[in-house]
């Protein structure tokens, strides 16, 4: 089964900082590669599509890149509602297990 | 506007089914798929499963073959999970999504706790 792998598990961080998530596909999944933001109490939000493509309406400070089986999901300078937990998901299949953004 | 409107809470006993449906609107419905997704409680996310709603092909993950059915009902706008033989960890929020490209509308969430 393939398998996806997120790190780091939690990321400590202040506003206005520049973040990075990756994640790793245990086998190639092409560019086939979406990014979630998840909150408490609220379903998961689509951020990047398709390893890079920014969902519309998702600010532009977020980016995501990569493909065959490394990729990453930057938040140029963090903003107070993106202290949330960030999910990789392969194309139809698995997730990653989440990276809790979390205040310095 | 688009959207997705799922069915109440649930409580079932051990061994019970659950039934959770998806009502969508402001879009064509049988041009994307649904996709089922379920959180347990402070765990992360678990992918269940897939239907083309154009043709009803279904892709279950692997832990849930053989105890889900993913249908639709395209004359409602609905699409429905049904989850067999329940046990105590089947607790959590299950949530539909609009597919395509990615999951790009969610449902609110229904959550299901099983407990004797």
């Known amino acids: 089964d393939l398998q996806m792998t997120q790190s780091p598990s939690t990321l400590s961080a202040s506003v206005g900082d520049r973040v990075t998530i990756t994640c790793r596909a245990s086998q190639s999944i092409s560019s086939w590669l979406a990014w979630y933001q998840w909150k408490p109490g609220k379903a998961p939000k689509l951020l990047i599509y398709k390893a890079s493509s920014l969902e519309s309406g998702v600010p532009s400070r977020f980016s995501g890149s990569g493909s065959g089986t490394e990729f990453t999901l930057t938040i140029s300078s963090l903003q107070p509602d993106d202290f949330a937990t960030y999910y990789c998901q392969q194309y139809k299949g698995t997730f990653g297990q989440g990276t809790k953004v979390e205040i310095k | 506007q688009v959207q997705l409107v799922q069915s109440g809470a649930e409580v079932k006993k051990p061994g019970a089914s659950v039934k959770v449906s998806c009502k969508a609107s402001g879009y064509t419905f049988s041009t994307y798929g649904i996709t089922w997704v379920r959180q347990a409680p402070g765990q992360g996310l678990e992918w269940m499963g897939w239907?083309?709603?154009?043709?009803?092909?279904?892709d279950y993950a692997q832990n849930f073959q053989g105890r889900v059915t993913m249908t639709t009902d395209i004359s409602t706008s609905t699409a429905y999970m049904d989850l067999r033989s329940l046990r105590s960890d089947d607790t959590a929020v299950y949530y539909c999504a609009r597919t395509s490209y990615a999951m790009d509308v969610w449902g609110q969430g229904t959550t299901v706790t099983v407990s004797s």
């Open positions: 239907i083309n709603v154009h043709n009803g092909y279904t």
